[in-house]
């Protein structure tokens, strides 16, 4: 296991890609970004609003998926207010949504926004859930299909030229298999996180194709036979980032989750993926997979947005990464249906015990690596 020398991201995240002086991908393209020509870009945005609305004739000229949240609200109302856009926001809820998710998406819908709410057969979701929890321990996985496709889909069917999303995971965590790092969002399937993007992966536990239709990426061929384009915006905005669109997103209306504490939530930022719970369960099992949560992540941005020293990004993911409430396994166990130690026991299956081993006293796994420090999994 080896850190960044900059960041404190660790080179055990799937596909992740360090330079020969030991920098992560990630602080390299955020390097990189210091000498971009940002009013090259801005006149590239320009050209591209304009073949936009050459082409939207009778219907919106954009698609924005969107969940409510920090990114999202940058993302439409950059659109909006900045592209000159007449944007269809589309919003695939998860099953059990928060209160806080659900506030946050009818702030964005009410800055004036035409938007599509899709709503996902919860039994189909909820198999798949506790399924991808036994096979991958990932609960999520399955669930990023269709809030990604949906966007897809939309535009394909109602004949909407553009698709703005927000940032490209190949920039932003420095994966960039598949993904590349310019502006292009029609390759968003062949990243980490959808895999090819086919729904046929979740033909499983009795669930029909036919069950899926919003899970299947579609083809590309077709959208570009529809000459429907897809783009990030993260290229063409400068500020982007993780803490600079929560600020933003904060001043217009953004709420965050309510007792918000890090030590029950895994995470320090109390605005960031709030409309499920389901994602701090997939932090606690991503931690003791590859050795690193969520505040490993959002420590690193803040390093790379200019807010934090290495040093206090090591402190914070040594107090914070990997914590997670019980109140959030007791809450997940109920929904998938299984007792809180059958809970443990597949977690425990998933646990990388080259990283972590087991307290004998207290039964809990504790990390065998020091945060920040190069580590030999071998010893
Ligand atoms: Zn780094």
Same mark, same amino acid.
């Given at each position: 296991?080896?850190?960044?020398?900059?960041?404190?991201?660790?080179?055990?995240?799937?596909?992740?890609?360090?330079?020969?002086?030991?920098?992560?991908?990630?602080?390299?393209?955020?390097?990189?970004?210091?000498?971009?020509?940002?009013?090259?870009?801005? !006149?590239? +945005?320009?050209?591209?609003?304009?073949? $936009?609305?050459?082409?939207? #004739?009778? =219907?919106?000229?954009? @698609?924005? /998926? &969107?969940?409510?949240?920090?990114?999202?609200?940058?993302?439409?109302?950059?659109?909006?207010?900045?592209?000159?856009?007449?944007?269809?926001?589309?919003?695939?809820?998860?099953?059990?949504?928060?209160?806080?998710?659900?506030?946050?998406?009818?702030?964005?819908?009410?800055?004036?926004?035409?938007?599509?709410?899709?709503?996902?057969?919860?039994?189909?979701?909820?198999?798949?859930?506790?399924?991808?929890?036994?096979?991958?321990?990932?609960?999520?996985?399955?669930?990023?299909?269709?809030?990604?496709?949906?966007?897809?889909?939309?535009?394909?069917?109602?004949?909407?030229?553009?698709?703005?999303?927000?940032?490209?995971?190949?920039?932003?965590?420095?994966?960039?298999?598949?993904?590349?790092?310019?502006? !292009?969002? +029609?390759?968003?399937?062949?990243?980490? $996180?959808?895999?090819?993007? #086919?729904? =046929?992966?979740?033909? @499983?536990? /009795? &669930?029909?194709?036919?069950?899926?239709?919003?899970?299947?990426?579609?083809?590309?061929?077709?959208?570009?036979?529809?000459?429907?384009?897809?783009?990030?915006?993260?290229?063409?905005?400068?500020?982007?980032?993780?803490?600079?669109?929560?600020?933003?997103?904060?001043?217009?209306?953004?709420?965050?989750?309510?007792?918000?504490?890090?030590?029950?939530?895994?995470?320090?930022?109390?605005?960031?993926?709030?409309?499920?719970?389901?994602?701090?369960?997939?932090?606690?099992?991503?931690?003791?997979?590859?050795?690193?949560?969520?505040?490993?992540?959002?420590?690193?941005?803040?390093?790379?947005?200019?807010?934090?020293?290495?040093?206090?990004?090591?402190?914070?993911?040594?107090?914070?990464?990997?914590?997670?409430?019980?109140?959030?396994?007791?809450?997940?166990?109920?929904?998938?249906?299984?007792?809180?130690?059958?809970?443990?026991?597949?977690?425990?299956?998933?646990?990388?015990?080259?990283?972590?081993?087991?307290?004998?006293?207290?039964?809990?796994?504790?990390?065998?690596?020091?945060?920040?420090?190069?580590?030999?999994?071998?010893?």
């Amino acid at each position: 296991m080896k850190y960044c020398k900059r960041c404190v991201q660790p080179d055990t995240r799937p596909k992740i890609k360090f330079d020969q002086s030991g920098i992560c991908f990630a602080c390299k393209f955020t390097e990189e970004r210091k000498s971009v020509d940002w009013g090259k870009r801005e !006149n590239d +945005l320009r050209e591209i609003v304009s073949w $936009t609305k050459k082409r939207s #004739n009778g =219907s919106h000229d954009c @698609v924005i /998926g &969107i969940s409510g949240g920090k990114d999202s609200t940058v993302q439409a109302l950059f659109a909006k207010e900045k592209m000159g856009l007449n944007c269809l926001l589309v919003n695939l809820a998860p099953d059990g949504i928060t209160k806080w998710g659900a506030h946050n998406i009818e702030n964005l819908i009410q800055h004036g926004f035409d938007t599509m709410l899709y709503r996902p057969n919860p039994k189909v979701w909820k198999k798949l859930i506790r399924y991808s929890f036994y096979k991958y321990g990932n609960p999520v996985k399955p669930t990023e299909y269709p809030l990604w496709a949906v966007s897809y889909i939309t535009a394909l069917r109602h004949k909407i030229p553009l698709i703005v999303q927000g940032d490209n995971a190949g920039v932003t965590v420095g994966v960039t298999e598949g993904l590349g790092h310019d502006d !292009n969002a +029609l390759n968003v399937n062949l990243g980490n $996180t959808l895999d090819g993007g #086919n729904a =046929s992966d979740w033909v @499983v536990e /009795g &669930i029909t194709l036919k069950e899926l239709l919003w899970y299947q990426f579609p083809d590309k061929e077709e959208l570009r036979k529809a000459d429907i384009r897809a783009i990030y915006l993260d290229y063409y905005i400068k500020e982007w980032g993780h803490w600079s669109n929560t600020d933003f997103s904060v001043k217009r209306g953004l709420t965050k989750r309510e007792n918000h504490d890090p030590l029950l939530a895994g995470r320090m930022n109390p605005y960031c993926s709030i409309d499920s719970d389901a994602q701090i369960i997939n932090q606690l099992l991503k931690y003791y997979k590859f050795g690193f949560g969520f505040v490993t992540d959002e420590t690193s941005y803040a390093i790379r947005e200019g807010r934090m020293t290495r040093q206090e990004a090591i402190g914070l993911v040594e107090k914070y990464d990997g914590k997670c409430g019980e109140n959030y396994i007791k809450d997940f166990c109920e929904y998938i249906d299984i007792p809180i130690d059958e809970f443990w026991r597949v977690t425990d299956g998933f646990v990388n015990k080259r990283l972590f081993e087991k307290d004998p006293k207290t039964g809990k796994w504790i990390p065998r690596f020091k945060v920040g420090v190069d580590f030999n999994e071998k010893e």
